[in-house]
């Protein structure tokens, strides 16, 4: 039901947008979350944002990354700017905290010149 698309190969640097499409219409009433598994490491949390739209960032993104969300078209999306090569990983959305039931495919972001 959550589908993240937008992902890529982009030189360090440089700058993506990601965008999640909530088909069953549930996460306007949702805090929703973007979530990243690098190779070799455990699924995290990039950032959250509440239905109000305020946000909140893992410490590693602060600054970079920006959450937003269009309640009308059931989207949330990442901008990801300033990339750096350890942010290459697979990139999910869902709620926050997470459902093990919305985990989509993901999709892959690698940064690297």
């Known amino acids: 039901q959550l589908q993240a698309s937008g992902g890529g190969l982009v030189q360090p640097g440089g700058s993506l947008r990601l965008s999640c499409v909530d088909s069953?219409?549930?996460?306007?009433?949702?805090?929703m979350g973007w979530y990243r598994q690098a190779p070799g490491k455990q699924r995290e949390l990039v950032g959250y944002?509440?239905?109000?739209?305020?946000?909140t960032y893992a410490d590693s993104v602060l600054g970079r990354f920006t959450i937003s969300r269009d309640n009308a078209k059931n989207t949330v999306y990442l901008q990801m700017n300033s990339l750096k090569p350890e942010d290459t990983a697979v990139y999910y959305c869902?709620?926050?905290?997470?459902?093990?039931?919305?985990w989509g495919q993901g999709t892959l972001v690698t940064v690297s010149s």
């Open positions: 944002i509440r239905t109000g739209g305020s946000t």
């Open positions: 069953g219409r549930m996460f306007s009433i949702n805090t």
């Open positions: 869902n709620m926050y905290p997470s459902h093990p039931k919305y």
